[in-house]
């Protein structure tokens, strides 16, 4: 029997090993996906522990479960409320046990830090806050929080604030949003509440079946098109009433190829957010010279404020504006916090599917082998999983 020692073992008597309490934790190994018992360990000075209760699956997690991306944390998750359970040292009381908190999962100046990539994150019973995330702010105390579940929403309902609140500069009469993940879906439910009422949404789907979905939906955007179905030509027709906003919604694979099918459609000046991915150096011949990551990574974490934007003109002749972000601001998440308490029911249906930590790992093994989105009969768009209080054991059990 392997047995953890705590960090305090060198005042325990000689011989002794004090056995460590142990917490249940999905852990990526091997390729392969399954609930572990983890060591619980204490805050050190300025750490925070915190009790996960309900964390959300997002696409970023989907490309690491799948070996797309090499971030180095067995325990993923990034979205999702908690309630402090205890403090290092020094840790101000405002973050004192009991207190309900949303973590930003991105530091804005030290890239130590990002939840859920190389850190440890929130699909597990408990997690540790370094320091430095903790002296950052990263921490945020929740005065109000939405319902259990839609608490999986926050941060990505946080990352669309921050895509929104740029791109109403442009006072756009028409929101073209490419993908119909969570991000797509929020965008739309959300765009007449941050971008004004006169709004038209335009939803370009990934795949038919995500069309069917939308279209069945009690909340849906104005226009519905199929990208392999439709492409450039008919999104064309959602340029015709400008200004235009494009929000590109997509996995980091497809991020270029829907902008370039974007610039083929437009007709006139439009404003783009890279929320998308994007691979190292990426770019496109339709705007030459422009280094698109670098364009993305200009804005992290809600600075600078206001972000950082691109103007140049394509080779099909349109002006573009053109800009991204990695991660939000503390003041996006407030703000989507309380947009899911003002209008939950807004929201609600995105939520597809909430489960425990062992059927969430089981899905989890699922999706990393296939892309198929029907899990137990109904398409998966947000994933909520619920975190029970962790069993009294130790690893000693």
């Not at 422009?290 to 600078?304: Q, S, Y």
């Not at 489960?355 to 109904?378: F, H, K, Q, W």
Request: net charge neutral; aromatic share 2%.
């Amino acid at each position: 029997m392997n047995t953890a020692v705590a960090p305090d073992d060198a005042q325990a008597g000689a011989g002794e090993r004090v056995p460590l309490p142990v917490h249940r934790a999905i852990v990526r190994e091997g390729g392969s996906v399954r609930v572990r018992r983890r060591p619980t360990l204490a805050p050190a000075a300025g750490e925070l522990s915190i009790a996960p209760l309900v964390a959300g699956l997002c696409g970023t997690d989907l490309q690491m479960l799948r070996g797309l991306r090499d971030d180095p944390a067995p325990v993923i998750g990034h979205e999702g409320v908690a309630r402090v359970v205890a403090a290092g040292h020094g840790v101000d009381s405002a973050l004192a046990p009991g207190t309900l908190v949303v973590v930003n999962p991105t530091h804005p100046t030290d890239p130590s830090f990002l939840l859920g990539h190389n850190v440890d994150g929130l699909l597990q019973e408990r997690t540790l806050i370094p320091a430095t995330a903790v002296r950052g702010g990263q921490v945020i105390a929740l005065s109000e929080a939405p319902e259990a579940d839609l608490a999986a929403l926050l941060e990505p309902l946080a990352t669309v604030r921050y895509a929104l609140s740029v791109l109403a500069v442009a006072r756009p009469r028409t929101l073209v949003v490419i993908g119909d993940g969570t991000v797509g879906h929020l965008a739309v439910r959300a765009a007449r509440h941050w971008l004004g009422d006169g709004v038209r949404t335009v939803l370009v789907h990934h795949t038919r079946q995500g069309t069917e979905w939308s279209a069945r939906s009690r909340i849906r955007a104005d226009v519905l098109l199929t990208q392999s179905l439709d492409g450039a030509g008919a999104l064309s027709g959602a340029f015709a009433d400008g200004p235009v906003a494009v929000l590109l919604a997509t996995p980091r694979d497809a991020t270029v190829t829907c902008l370039e099918t974007v610039l083929r459609a437009a007709r006139g000046e439009v404003t783009i957010d890279l929320l998308g991915g994007l691979p190292p150096g990426a770019g496109t011949a339709l705007l030459p010279g422009v280094d698109l990551a670098d364009v993305r990574a200009a804005n992290c974490a809600g600075l600078p404020d206001p972000a950082e934007t691109v103007t140049v003109r394509s080779t099909t002749g349109v002006p573009v504006r053109l800009f991204g972000h990695r991660g939000v601001g503390n003041a996006h998440l407030l703000a989507s916090a309380a947009e899911l308490c003002r209008a939950p029911e807004r929201y609600r249906d995105l939520v597809t599917h909430a489960v425990d930590l062992t059927e969430a790992a089981a899905i989890m093994g699922r999706l990393a082998l296939s892309p198929d989105r029907n899990i137990a009969g109904s398409r998966l768009i947000k994933l909520a999983v619920r975190i029970a209080p962790p069993h009294r054991t130790t690893q000693e059990d």
